[in-house]
């Protein structure tokens, strides 16, 4: 009787395996590769190299350990894609002796044999070996003393004394010169040295006694703002050159900001948007919000081509102004179908491959400097890959679940058609809007040092540092000497004088600088 009963359960399995359709075996196995998508995005946010974001490392191992879980009753076979590239030549490696060829030379020792030493005449000189070691001479503050002196008229004497005026600075009264505020905005904005650090720092370099601290933490916020609004005109100027030239690529990042106005002391989110083109300059502007009439306030009455990724606030501002053409970012369409291809590693690469062969034309005509026959050569040779391109996406969205890596890639990839093969039309356009995401890094590495701005308008000045920072550093300046030089000039010059040359496009370092 056991075995009978036995026999109608294992009869009852079979039935119940043979119920499965081929439809819920072939759903059960997407849903085991999205998984496994998932669990490798999640290790690559815990172990993986250049996150920025900061993320709870014991929450993380939890949902990767809950995620293989699911994934080890229902293996599936690995494919593996190998493929074959020609290697280019090594890179060659720079000696020190060119590294350091256009340091100046602060010391010589010249070091003799001892017998030498002992009894220089038995010995005639021949030749000699050079070799060089790098040094430091740590920073020191230093006072510059300005003396003006104050003359009589020798024959009247009832005329008032001359004296020359003194020359005026960015905080008028104060001590500080205009060097020692530039330190203070490249630290901060270009170096992601929070205020209190610099107060340490500059503490240890006046040798202050223990506990005193000659330049507060106050000084250098006020320093700081007083800067800003001397320097915010030529951020202005910035803004309005970037946008007459009729060619924008535009981004935005989270960081956190502590809003007084908030209770327990907790931040909110606020948005760092930037504006820039490639080889220009960069333009930040701070917002409390991502909504879509921020690109409005943004952007203003702009004429031209827009650059950016899918955002739909992005799409609203092209349709209410009809002078403005949207073209896309095949970097974020790209790196979907990047993200998501052990979905199907044969249909990925495939898309990858002709995203690719888009990227190495611009490459070669890049090198061949086209000029304006770009976009004549992207009509002629675009056509192939693009029509393979859409056809593919176009079945694979077909094939696989909406929700799933690849699904939301083709959708994307799609939905943006339009505005991403908008650069045919043009020569001036990048592929991707890798420049200005590029330009945005550096706030997000000094996020993770002080963390948060402290309040919103602090954000502002943020905007107006980094706009020069970063604009310094894609032209090559040193972000000291700009603003130190900038810094100096600007408190003598009025409303009425030519702000151009000091912008970081057009500025030239003079020998004072």
């Not at 290697?87 to 100046?104: I, M, N, Q, V, Y």
């Amino acid at each position: 009787m056991r075995n009978f009963w036995r026999a109608i359960g294992t009869q009852r399995g079979v039935v119940s395996a043979a119920a499965i359709s081929l439809d819920e075996v072939q759903l059960l196995r997407e849903e085991n590769a999205l998984l496994r998508v998932q669990i490798a995005w999640l290790t690559q946010q815990l172990f993986g190299p250049g996150r920025s974001e900061k993320l709870d490392r014991a929450q993380l191992l939890l949902q990767i350990d809950a995620l293989e879980k699911l994934t080890t009753a229902a293996e599936r076979p690995v494919e593996t894609i190998t493929y074959e590239r020609v290697a280019g030549p090594a890179p060659k490696r720079t000696l020190p002796a060119e590294s350091f060829a256009h340091l100046p030379v602060k010391e010589t020792l010249i070091i003799e044999p001892e017998a030498v030493r002992a009894d220089p005449s038995l010995y005639e000189r021949i030749a000699e070996e050079r070799t060089f070691e790098v040094d430091v001479i740590p920073p020191q503050l230093f006072k510059r003393e300005i003396v003006r002196p104050k003359y009589r008229h020798r024959l009247d004497r009832h005329r008032a004394p001359l004296l020359a005026p003194a020359p005026k600075r960015i905080v008028a009264g104060g001590f500080a010169s205009a060097g020692l505020i530039a330190w203070a905005l490249t630290a901060k904005y270009g170096d992601h040295l929070p205020l209190y650090r610099q107060e340490k720092m500059l503490a240890r370099w006046s040798n202050a006694k223990p506990g005193q601290a000659p330049i507060s933490r106050q000084n250098l916020s006020d320093w700081v703002g007083a800067a800003t609004a001397q320097l915010e005109a030529l951020v202005k100027a910035m803004k309005r050159e970037l946008l007459a030239t009729g060619y924008v690529q535009v981004d935005e990042t989270p960081i956190r900001c502590n809003d007084p106005d908030l209770r327990d002391g907790q931040t909110t989110t606020g948005w760092l948007w930037a504006l820039a083109r490639p080889g220009g300059d960069v333009v930040f502007a701070w917002r409390l919000s991502r909504r879509h009439d921020e690109a409005e306030k943004l952007l203003g009455n702009f004429a031209g081509i827009l650059h950016s990724d899918g955002y739909e606030a992005y799409a609203a501002y092209v349709r209410a102004h009809p002078r403005v053409e949207w073209a896309g970012c095949w970097a974020h369409a790209r790196r979907r179908f990047f993200e998501s291809a052990a979905e199907r590693p044969r249909t990925a690469e495939r898309v990858l491959s002709l995203i690719g062969q888009l990227y190495a034309l611009e490459a070669q005509w890049d090198e061949e400097q086209v000029g304006e026959r770009r976009a004549a050569l992207r009509q002629a040779h675009f056509a192939r890959p693009l029509f393979r391109l859409r056809r593919l996406v176009s079945a694979l969205q077909k094939r696989v679940r909406p929700r799933s890596g690849l699904g939301q890639a083709s959708a994307y990839l799609l939905g943006q058609w339009e505005p991403l093969t908008a650069h045919l039309r043009h020569s001036q356009t990048r592929l991707d809007t890798n420049a200005v995401e590029n330009a945005i890094r550096p706030s997000k590495l000094g996020a993770k040092n002080w963390l948060f701005v402290g309040h919103p308008a602090a954000g502002d000045r943020a905007a107006v540092i980094y706009s020069l920072v970063v604009s310094c550093q894609r032209h090559g300046h040193d972000p000291h000497a700009y603003l130190k030089d900038v810094l100096t000039r600007l408190p003598a010059m009025t409303s009425q004088d030519d702000l151009t040359p000091l912008l970081p496009a057009h500025w030239k370092a003079s020998a004072n600088s």
